[in-house]
Each structure stands twice: as C-alpha cells, then as structure tokens.
T-cell receptor
Framework: DAKTTQPPSMDCAEGRAANLPCNHSTISGNEYVYWYRQIHSQGPQYIIHGLKNNETNEMASLIITEDRKSSTLILPHATLRDTAVYYC?????????????FGTGTKLQVIP | NAGVTQTPKFQVLKTGQSMTLQCAQD?????MYWYRQDPGMGLRLIYY???????DKGEVPNGYNVSRLNKREFSLRLESAAPSQTSVYFC???????????FGPGTRLTVL
C-alpha cells in the first residue's frame, strides 16, 4: 500500500472552507484515495473516496491531482462538529479484502 | 439496523487473563475486520475475514485469535492478556463490491 503523508494539525474558522492536504506520491494505479474521520474516540467514519476524478458528496469534495500524487479534502463550510482527526488512505481491494492502513492523520480544530 | 455492535464497551483484565471481544453486524456484509488503536496512533489491522469461513492475519496478529462464527459475527480472543494489549479495539465490516468500511463504537481494554 502507498504511504500517505498529512500535516499533524490544522485550524479552520467556523463557516470557512477547510482544505486538508495529503501526499501519496507512491500510489499505484489500482489504489483508491479514501478519507475517513474520527470524532473524539468514536469509530472512524467514511467520508469520500476517488480514483482519479474529483468527487463530491453531501459531506465533502475530493480533489486529486492529475498525476495522482496528492489530493485535498475540502469541507466547504466547516462547523464545530467537524473537529476531528482526518485520515487519508490509499488502498486497493483484492480477493474481497480491502487493506486500509491508517496513519496518524490530521487533527482539524474548527474555531468559533 | 443497529449497524456494527461491539461488546463489551469497557474491560479491565489482569495480566494472563483471557477474554473474547464480540462484534456483530446486521447489514449482511461479507468482510469484517479487527483493528487496534493505541493512544495518539492510527488504527492497525489485527485480523480480517474476507468472507464467512475465512480469516487472515493483518499487521499485528500476535497474541490474538479470531473466529468468524457466521456471516454476522466476528470475535477476537486474547488467550493470555499482556499490558501491551491495552488499547481501543474497533471492529468494522464492508459489503461486497463497496469501498466503505463501517466501524463499531469500540471496546476500551486495559490490561494491568
């Protein structure tokens, strides 16, 4: 699995867009980029995933560079409830098994 | 749907004691996973089950055993608990063909 690199922490003002970067320079062609978040000590929650096209859902947008070596998760209007640790993961699915390797993530603090 | 449930929520063991952590999902998912999360760290995969009747080792399997009892249930057993196994344990499941893993609320285990 490709290793991902994220800044350890970021702050964002409430109501502003939060842009969380991730570097995955060794990602292989069959690996998707996933984002999960973990609020306090709860179980991680899936946010979004993509292969090479930009993706958007009700929670966030995912922008993947053309060379796929980096990506950015965008929370368009951050709220206090978005304060969490965000994990960027590169993973593939093989034989029914999805190996998801969590790093230490980015701790996002949304400030009132 | 209750989603992914884990029991117990909290447990304190003495070194050498054994116990089984229970995980169940009611979403008819094929694959199930056990992770551990140490303080300030990301999640690490202990064991996984790609489908009913199969189990395989993950990144940190030593000191653990698993049983995929049926499609719903995937248990994790500590035969002789050690202080190094003090951690938060998360169970997850994933439907076939999907990219998202669904996580349970976790079991907080302390080994004295």
């Amino acid at each position: 699995d490709a290793k991902t690199t994220q800044p350890p922490s970021m702050d964002c003002a409430e109501g502003r867009a939060a842009n969380l970067p991730c570097n995955h320079s060794t990602i292989s062609g069959n690996e998707y980029v996933y984002w999960y978040r973990q609020i306090h000590s709860q179980g991680p929650q899936y946010i979004i995933h993509g292969l090479k096209n930009n993706e958007t859902n009700e929670m966030a947008s995912l922008i993947i560079t053309e060379d796929r070596k980096s990506s950015t998760l965008i929370l368009p209007h951050a709220t206090l409830r978005d304060t969490a640790v965000y994990y960027c993961i590169a993973a593939s699915i093989s034989g029914g098994y999805q190996k998801v390797t969590f790093g230490t993530g980015t701790k996002l603090q949304v400030i009132p | 749907n209750a989603g992914v449930t884990q029991t117990p929520k909290f447990q304190v063991l003495k070194t050498g004691q054994s116990m089984t952590l229970q995980c169940a999902q009611d979403m008819n998912h094929n694959s199930m996973y056990w992770y551990r999360q140490d303080p300030g760290m990301g999640l690490r995969l202990i064991y996984y089950s790609a489908s009913e009747g199969t189990t395989d080792k993950g990144e940190v399997p030593n000191g653990y055993n698993v049983s995929r009892l049926n499609k719903r249930e995937f248990s994790l057993r500590l035969e002789s608990a050690a202080p190094s196994q003090t951690s938060v344990y998360f169970c997850a499941s994933r439907p076939q063909g999907w990219y998202e893993q669904f996580f349970g609320p976790g079991t907080r285990l302390t080994v004295l």
